[in-house]
């Protein structure tokens, strides 16, 4: 069935544009205290954002929503998403809230809900929720002397930073390591430089002046442009670049190049596996890491598990297998002995120990593999199903002939935008990027067709 609000993470879109409005953020308020709202103990949700000015708006809706459905706010301000999850179970909340559209820009909004447990929400649960959504809201609302209360907490910064620092092994110190770090201006833009400087490295910031207009405005893991630059400007012995709300992370090594999340997970999959640390045989990522990965953890003797483009499934598929490493070649690292969603400083943290431990350079540490080359292009869909097309079936099992076992094809929806994704990796680029292009024409003259 068709989802009318989730996305593959959580409620998005333009704010003060349906349905990111003021008046759906507190229906969503409602409707989640109601779900949640079990048993006779007082409820309590936590509340985080990153620093979008219409986070303002969107957070004191939900405040409403959820008190008037009896459950007591607790609200932490700009913070990122990890750290709300891990408030979430610290703080025996029965829901979490982040407000955030992530890498998005700030025109954008969010809304992420964890359960008690500190994971996103089931689809299930999230079905359940839209069905109240449209519902009349008036039967779930409180009677007034259980009204819940409203808080703003502190200290939790302090929290998060200490939980970070403790992820660290303890024979490690960032001593003697000059750190640049971009903050994107957005949800980490304290913590993650705090953190930093208190295990011992000499950090140098940018991204740290947020002012509601400006998160992951030509900074960030998403445009690491600037990063490159500071790097060389100050002579860096590595750059690490957060989203708007920290979930996710690139790496700039001492050369300025960048590294992704495939080269990530690769690192701490190796460092965990000799270590004795690696459980499931190796790590989890999705249809969109590189081949080049699969064929890295291949020799090593250790196995890729793929999911569906998305973190949630990414950590579904963990918590069923039993891994502690997955993530996405966009930079989601999910470290599960450590937390219940991708953390963008503490997958940092792990590399740096790795670095720190064979007293290398970054740009030998990081470069585990070389990438086969992958070529990605998107097919604007208005109206029809291309993907249906005998035409387009028939090019895509071409394709998938030609590739054979020296390369991989995938075909999908976006789940946030009306295209079709047409990725396809394999040792030959000219052929993969001809590939590529042949497809794309045939799915444009299918949709042109319908």
């Known amino acids: 069935m068709k989802r009318r609000y989730f996305g593959t993470d959580g409620i998005r879109g333009q704010s003060n544009v349906f349905p990111m409005t003021p ?19 007082r409820h309590r949700v936590v509340i985080g954002k990153d620093t979008r000015l219409s986070g303002y708006m969107l957070e004191n809706a939900m405040v409403a929503g959820f008190t008037a459905a009896g459950i007591d706010a607790f609200v932490l301000g700009p913070i990122p998403t990890p750290a709300v999850a891990m408030l979430t179970r610290s703080l025996r909340a029965d829901i979490g809230v982040m407000i955030s559209a992530s890498h998005n820009p700030f025109q954008d909004n969010g809304i992420k809900l964890f359960g008690p447990d500190g994971y996103k929400l089931s689809d299930t649960l999230e079905a359940e929720i839209e069905d109240l959504l449209d ?14 209360r409203a808080k ?11 939980h970070a620092k403790r992820t660290l092994p303890r024979d490690v110190t960032l001593k003697g390591l000059r750190v640049a770090i971009d903050c994107a201006n957005g949800a980490a833009y304290r913590v993650a430089p705090a ?59 001492e050369n ?32 969109m890491s590189n081949l080049g990965l699969e064929r890295f953890l291949k020799d090593k003797g250790l196995g890729l598990e793929r999911t569906k483009v998305g ?22 690292i999910v470290l599960s002995d450590f937390g219940t ?31 086969v080359p992958q070529i990605l292009k998107n097919v604007r869909v208005k109206a029809g199903k291309p993907l249906e097309d005998p035409a387009v079936h028939q090019a895509i099992a071409d394709a998938e002939n030609e590739l054979a076992a020296g390369g991989r094809l995938l075909i999908r929806p976006s789940g946030t935008e009306p295209l079709i994704r047409v990725m396809a990796e394999g040792d030959d680029r000219a052929k993969v990027e001809r590939i590529v292009d042949e497809l794309v024409g045939v799915i444009a003259s299918a949709r042109s067709a319908a």
């Open 152 to 162: 703003r907490i502190d200290g939790v910064h302090d929290r998060y930073i200490e």
């Open 195 to 253: 953190a930093l400087w208190e295990l011992g490295a000499d950090v140098v910031t940018i991204g740290d002046q947020p002012d509601g207009l400006n998160i992951n405005l030509e900074c960030g893991s998403t445009h690491p442009a600037a990063l490159q630059r500071k790097v060389h400007e100050v002579r860096a012995d590595i750059g690490i670049a957060l989203d708007g709300d920290a979930d996710r992370v690139q790496i700039v090594d």
């Open 23 to 41: 008046d759906l953020a507190m229906r969503v308020g409602i409707a989640v205290g109601t779900i949640f709202r079990r048993g006779a103990h």
């Open 256 to 287: 300025g190049t960048i590294v992704d999340g495939d080269q990530l997970m690769a690192v701490i999959a190796e460092s965990w596996a000799a270590d004795g640390l690696l459980r499931g045989g190796g790590l989890v990522a999705t249809v």
């Open 341 to 371: 969603t991708g953390d963008g400083l503490v997958a940092a943290l792990q590399v740096l120990a790795c670095i720190k431990r064979s007293g290398r350079p970054v740009s030998e540490v990081c470069k585990r593999f070389d990438p």
């Open 135 to 148: 519902t009349d809201i008036a039967p779930q609302l409180v009677r007034a002397e259980e009204i819940g």
């Open 311 to 332: 973190d949630r499934y990414v950590v579904e598929h963990m918590r069923q297998n039993d891994y502690n490493v997955g993530g996405e070649q966009s930079g989601h």
